[in-house]
T-cell receptor
């Protein structure tokens, strides 16, 4: 089955620790995205990538980092510099087509205490 | 810059009644428009999309939306609500040549038995 996987589903970390969220897709999509979701705020774009070894900051990139070493993988690291990291994180991918929709993974809920 | 406004963060309808979720966009050119649905603790699933073909777009689960350029609207409707429609719904816009989606803040739909 083609799709996007995110692991783990739930993640708990202590304040001050970096944590990496996994995102893998087997849809052969060129573009991949990371969003943060907080109640009442919709989805906010953290980073996106349209090609291997290249990525761009979204609207709320501070305190986050990404890499795109393989087409199918786009891991997100939440660093200790992120002031409020507790949130639901969603990964998505899309083909580079006009009007192409984004396909979403199941999400990772990160709790930092 | 493009933006999306969803009127009503919470909407309640009786089972069997009409569902109407409102979405207005601002864009300098006719955009691509999308409606997504999200069930609790899950990723987003595409309901339907407008890509400048027919202005009335039919989607999954009996939902449809009509693109009205004069009103800059893309409201989502379903003639008869079902209990399984209870979820959060997001409207999103993308302009030609821009791979980023801009999301509204979402509307939580509650179905009253």
């Amino acid at each position: 089955d083609g799709g996007i996987t995110q692991s783990p589903k739930y993640l708990f970390r202590k304040e001050g620790q970096n944590v990496t969220l996994s995102c893998e897709q087997n849809l052969n999509h060129d573009a991949m995205y990371w969003y943060r979701q907080d109640p009442g705020q919709g989805l906010r774009l953290i980073y996106y990538s349209q090609i291997v070894n290249d990525f761009q900051k979204g609207d709320i990139a501070e305190g986050y980092s990404v890499s795109r070493e393989k087409k199918e993988s786009f891991p997100l690291t939440v660093t200790s510099a992120q002031k409020n990291p507790t949130a639901f994180y969603l990964c998505a991918s899309s083909p580079l087509l006009a009007g192409g929709e984004q396909y979403f993974g199941p999400g990772t809920r990160l709790t930092v205490t | 810059a493009q933006s999306v406004t969803q009127l009503g963060s919470h909407v309640s309808v009786s089972e069997g009644a009409l569902v109407l979720l409102r979405c207005n966009y601002s864009s300098s050119v006719p955009p691509y428009l999308f409606w997504y649905v999200q069930y609790p603790n899950q990723g987003l699933q595409l309901l339907l999309k407008y890509t400048s073909a027919a202005t009335l777009v039919k989607g999954i689960n009996g939902f449809e939306a009509e693109f009205k350029k004069s009103e800059t609207s893309f409201h989502l409707t379903k003639p008869s609500a079902h209990m399984s429609d209870a979820a959060e719904y997001f409207c999103a816009v993308k302009n030609f040549g821009n791979e980023k989606l801009t999301f509204g803040t979402g509307t939580r739909l509650t179905i009253i038995p």
